[in-house]
């Protein structure tokens, strides 16, 4: 798997995470490194200092997942648009089955 942050459209400092895997699993590892670089982001581009809610937004939308909240719910709360593509989730455990939300 490979992890690669390039330059965002938002400013300077802003941050976008390219992954790239060849059906590598994504180990919690990498996720929290994911993390860190969307947290040092926002608060780039949103900076609590200036009255942005900043990474604190980013943490809450987290939270609200971990909470058992929907994504929908979520993605509304925090005026994020859902990927024009959906969302899909292979599950390969003998006889497997993919899934399209």
Avoid at 55 to 82: H, S
């Amino acid at each position: 798997m490979r992890l690669e942050v390039v330059q965002g459209k938002k400013g300077p400092k802003d941050k976008v995470v390219l992954i790239t895997a060849n059906r590598e699993p994504l180990k919690i590892e990498h996720l929290l490194w994911i993390l860190q670089q969307w947290f040092e982001s926002e608060e780039a581009c949103y900076p609590q200092s200036q009255g942005y809610e900043g990474k604190a937004m980013l943490f809450k939308a987290i939270f609200d997942i971990y909470n058992g909240q929907k994504l929908e719910t979520v993605l509304k709360r925090y005026f994020l648009k859902p990927s024009r593509d959906g969302y899909t989730l292979n599950v390969n455990s003998k006889g497997g089955e993919n899934s399209h939300v």
